[in-house]
């Protein structure tokens, strides 16, 4: 996560956004990660 603040940080995106969108990333990595766990339980 300090990797893409530090990457935010260096493109001037606002703080605001910053959390925003480590938020995003971070829901979409979860969500990558338990679809195959998902299709497994079926």
Do not use: K
């Not at 956004?17 to 339980?41: K, N, S």
Request: hydrophobic residues 50%; charged residues 10%.
């Amino acid at each position: 996560m300090s990797y893409l603040a530090n990457g935010c940080n260096l493109t001037g995106v606002p703080n605001y956004f910053q959390e925003i969108l480590i938020g995003v990333i971070l829901v979409a990595a979860v969500t990558i990660d338990r679809l195959p766990h998902r299709r497994q339980a079926w």
